[in-house]
């Protein structure tokens, strides 16, 4: 998510940053991670929602294939810079419409995020108008490609200034936060990340990224997504969710 954000940046540097610092640029920027508190379901079935961002990159076919396999259902969140970069990849989530769904995460991925400065070697958008701009350009892309409009969005590195909240919300769009990292931006070994995702609990909003084709953290997805398919877990959208957007 040149050095970007875990999902974008080199394996090794990914690794050697390691999570406990995306804290610390974005604190100093004053942005903010807004998560998703657990909503779940009264009848005790557990329901799951799998988000996965399309950043810059490739498209890794593992996790998409496990996602059909298995007749799971996935949120891709896509980049018009990856639209743009992946024709044989967009064509494939085309022609299985009825497994993944299409969502926003900006014209080039850029944190909304207010000022000057980086995070994990992502230019911030900068200013309101840029962040409008990030989202309405991001969203006709994705009209465009797919004949679908978007209502869900998603900043790159997930990090907002308190003031483009309400700037992104005011432009009709819902905040796409989550409630369990599944790979720690395709940092993580298979391992790690079909442990984290197998665990889901009912109500869970998982994030992780189908933009690196080449790292290891593909194979833990489609580990996770085999397990949780064999469950009986009831794969939903975050519309069917109605979850509750907590701000730090």
Known sequence: MAAHCPACMPRRAALALGLATLATP???????????????????RRRVALTLDACNGGFDRRIADAVVAHHARATIFLTADWIRQNPAGLAFLLAH?????????????????LGTGTIWGLRIAGTLDAVRR??????????????????WYRAAAARYSPAAIPAITRLGFAIAAFTLNG???????AHTVAARASAARDGDILIGHINQPHRPSGEGWARAIATL???????????AMRPILMSP
């Open 183 to 189: 790979d720690a931006g395709a940092s993580l070994p």
């Open 229 to 239: 398919a064999g469950s009986g877990v009831i794969w939903s959208d975050l519309d």
């Open 97 to 113: 419409k009825e497994n993944f769904r299409f969502e926003n995460h900006g014209q080039h991925h850029l944190p909304a995020v």
């Open 26 to 44: 974005a604190a100093a920027l004053d942005a903010i991670e807004p998560r998703f508190r657990r909503s779940p379901a009264p009848d005790g």
């Open 134 to 151: 990030e989202v309405t350009e991001g969203a006709a892309a994705i009209l465009a490609a797919t004949g679908t409009t978007p209502h």
